[in-house]
Antibody
Framework: QVQLVESGGGVVQPGRSLRLSCAASGFSFRNYAMHWVRQAPGKGLEWVAVVSYDGTNTYHADSVRGRFTISRDNSKNTLYVQMNSLRPEDTAVYYC???????????????WGQGSLVTVSS | DIQMTQSPSTLSASVGDRVTITCRASQSISSWLAWYQQKSGKAPKLLIYDASTLESGVPSRFSGSGSGTEFTLTISSLQPDDFATYYCQQYHTYSTFGPGTKVDIK
């Protein structure tokens, strides 16, 4: 069955960096676009970034562009997000999510990980 | 940017009730809309995409309708497992979620 398992979250000081990983299994990872979506404590969902199935195309939300970088390693079935210059408002649970479409991207998501909490605080 | 609104923000209902949640987009998104259910502490679950297509495995009591700027999610007969928060999401232009509608027990 499809599994997405995030790791790498924790407490980090403002201005510092953190990298999250998402290990995928149970499906052909290399054939699906992948996304990061976050949710601040007690708040709604915010789409963060997308990477195409082959890693050649990425797009980031305005709120993180220039600070976050999404990437993937299809040989390791793993999705990443490198988060630099972190701010308190980046505090959230970060979910990785699989795009619904095989071989393309629709920007809606049929499988989600359990989430990884990132807390930005001094 | 496309903005999404939902109403109501909270809805109190009883088991067996018919429940309707409305989602509005700030500009036309055709039928590029999805609905998710999220329970406390869990990841969201896809219910409906393309405004009215039921995701595999989702009970038929859930249905979606609408196009353009106004959409609805209907639960025909609310079940105990349905008490949760529901989000709409546009994917006409990248992705934006609505603020959510919490369905709680009356």
């Amino acid at each position: 069955q499809v599994q997405l398992v995030e790791s790498g979250g924790g407490v980090v000081q403002p201005g510092r960096s953190l990298r999250l990983s998402c290990a995928a299994s149970g499906f052909s990872f290399r054939n699906y676009a992948m996304h990061w979506v976050r949710q601040a404590p007690g708040k709604g969902l915010e789409w963060v970034a997308v990477v195409s199935y082959d890693g050649t195309n990425t797009y980031h939300a305005d709120s993180v562009r220039g600070r976050f970088t999404i990437s993937r390693d299809n040989s390791k079935n793993t999705l990443y997000v490198q988060m630099n210059s972190l701010r308190p408002e980046d505090t959230a649970v970060y979910y990785c999510a699989r795009d619904k479409r095989y071989g393309g991207s629709t920007y809606y998501f049929d499988y989600w990980g359990q989430g990884s909490l990132v807390t930005v605080s001094s | 940017d496309i903005q999404m609104t939902q109403s109501p923000s909270t809805l109190s209902a009883s088991v067996g009730d018919r429940v309707t949640i409305t989602c509005r987009a700030s500009q036309s998104i055709s039928s590029w809309l999805a609905w998710y259910q999220q329970k406390s502490g869990k990841a969201p679950k896809l219910l409906i995409y393309d405004a009215s297509t039921l995701e595999s495995g989702v009970p038929s009591r859930f249905s979606g309708s609408g196009s353009g700027t106004e959409f609805t999610l209907t639960i025909s007969s609310l079940q105990p497992d349905d008490f949760a928060t529901y989000y709409c999401q546009q994917y006409h232009t990248y992705s934006t979620f609505g603020p959510g509608t919490k369905v709680d027990i009356k």
